[in-house]
């Protein structure tokens, strides 16, 4: 059965089951309800939360830029803390990386880290930082960095990732346009869905398109000496 615990005052969210050998990374989207509605409906409608999961919380909005707190607090520390869980789940063989709108950014950047088995984009957030305020230009410039995908592209031309999936809504100029820019990167694909909005996923909840999306179940091997 699985059991969760929480790290960094609910900002990182572990879910273990040694009987699964798959692993799902979730990065929060900005600009959403504060809990972990989202993640928790995607991974439970896609047959995921009976899963090792990791459902990471952005409080700040800035692309994962500043951390979830003080510890960690910059995108590096977060990714040495995710690195850290991941390799403590020594029977977890294939690992997903999921992020919605800003946290599409940090789940590319991690999937890549990672070496990850795929990644599972939906609608990568090309306009939020424009509407965001920091302290400090250092701050602002972190931000206005990640949001663009271009600084990402000489990495993803050379990823060593299974496949990287982007979701997208095919009327959503911003987003269309985002996931073209990045439809030569190797073993990437596009997947436009229906409507206007800034949010693939409420068109897979209301056609009811979550099943299958992941792949299925794959049990961990038995531990060696184990009864």
Same mark, same amino acid.
């Given at each position: 059965?699985?059991?969760?615990?929480?790290?960094?005052?609910?900002?990182?969210?572990?879910?273990? &089951?040694? &009987?699964?050998?798959?692993?799902?990374?979730?990065?929060?989207?900005?600009?959403?309800?504060?809990?972990?509605?989202?993640?928790?409906?995607?991974?439970?409608?896609?047959?995921?939360?009976?899963?090792?999961?990791?459902?990471?919380?952005?409080?700040?909005?800035?692309?994962?830029?500043?951390?979830?707190?003080?510890?960690?607090?910059?995108?590096?520390?977060?990714?040495?803390?995710?690195?850290?869980?991941?390799?403590?789940?020594?029977?977890?063989?294939?690992?997903?990386i999921v992020g919605r709108s800003t946290g599409a950014f940090a789940a590319?950047?991690?999937?890549?880290?990672?070496?990850?088995?795929?990644?599972?984009?939906?609608?990568?957030?090309?306009?939020?930082?424009?509407?965001?305020?920091?302290?400090?230009?250092?701050?602002?410039?972190?931000?206005?960095?990640?949001?663009?995908?271009?600084?990402?592209?000489?990495?993803?031309?050379?990823?060593?990732?299974?496949?990287?999936?982007?979701?997208?809504?095919?009327?959503?100029?911003?987003?269309?346009?985002?996931?073209?820019?990045?439809?030569?990167?190797?073993?990437?694909?596009?997947?436009?869905?229906?409507?206007?909005?800034?949010?693939?996923?409420?068109?897979?909840?209301?056609?009811?398109?979550?099943?299958?999306?992941?792949?299925?179940?794959?049990?961990?091997?038995?531990?060696?000496?184990?009864?």
């Open positions: 059965m699985a059991n969760a615990k929480f790290e960094s005052g609910a900002r990182i969210l572990l879910r273990k &089951n040694k &009987n699964c050998a798959q692993l799902f990374v979730y990065f929060r989207g900005a600009r959403l309800h504060r809990s972990f509605d989202g993640p928790l409906w995607l991974l439970r409608e896609t047959k995921a939360l009976n899963r090792n999961s990791i459902i990471i919380n952005d409080p700040y909005d800035a692309y994962y830029q500043l951390g979830v707190g003080q510890e960690p607090a910059n995108f590096d520390e977060l990714m040495i803390r995710v690195e850290r869980l991941v390799n403590s789940l020594d029977w977890v063989r294939d690992i997903y590319l950047e991690c999937g890549m880290r990672l070496d990850a088995t795929a990644i599972y984009c939906f609608a990568p957030d090309a306009t939020a930082a424009d509407e965001m305020e920091f302290e400090d230009i250092e701050t602002a410039n972190k931000v206005a960095s990640a949001m663009n995908s271009a600084d990402l592209k000489p990495q993803l031309m050379e990823h060593r990732c299974g496949e990287i999936k982007i979701f997208y809504s095919e009327g959503h100029a911003a987003d269309a346009a985002k996931a073209a820019s990045l439809s030569d990167v190797p073993r990437l694909s596009l997947v436009p869905m229906p409507g206007e909005r800034h949010d693939p996923l409420s068109t897979i909840r209301v056609h009811s398109l979550a099943e299958g999306l992941f792949p299925a179940f794959v049990a961990a091997e038995p531990t060696p000496g184990a009864v």
